[in-house]
């Protein structure tokens, strides 16, 4: 059974920083590109981030780039999102989640693409 977990959200002033975790378990983690999601309250979901199954290639939403970096450690099966300079309307419910593809460069914004999900973790940022 495929697990995803979310870690690390919280309430943080505008400029601030936050890392954000997310562990998978049950596939091979070295398999499958992940991603980010977002979700602020009143808007459709949107795709953030994703990383290739490497981790070589990298993808970001305009609004993130040169702000946030995404990761991943294949020995810990985790990924990572570290969150610099944040804004305000960077508040949202942010996910983590699992496609089992080796490149995501067409799945940053397609969250039907991705099959695994967790049930997201909880970001704030005050102004």
């Known amino acids: 059974q495929v697990q995803v977990a979310e870690s690390g959200g919280g309430l943080v002033q505008a400029g601030g920083s936050l890392r954000l975790s997310c562990t998978a378990s049950?596939?091979?983690?070295?398999?499958?590109?992940m991603g980010w999601f977002r979700q602020a309250p009143g808007k459709e979901r949107e795709g953030v981030s994703c990383?290739?199954?490497?981790?070589?290639?990298?993808y970001y939403v305009d609004a993130v780039k040169g702000r946030f970096t995404i990761s991943r450690d294949g020995a810990k099966n985790t990924l990572y999102l570290q969150m610099n300079s944040l804004k305000p309307e960077d508040t949202a419910m942010y996910y983590c989640?699992?496609?089992?593809?080796?490149?995501?460069?067409?799945?940053?914004?397609?969250?039907?693409?991705?099959?695994?999900w967790g049930q997201g973790t909880q970001v704030t940022v005050s102004s």
């Open positions: 989640a699992a496609v089992s593809a080796t490149d995501c460069s067409s799945y940053l914004s397609e969250d039907d693409a991705y099959p695994f």
């Open positions: 049950g596939l091979r983690f070295d398999d499958v590109a």
């Open positions: 990383i290739s199954w490497s981790g070589e290639s990298t």
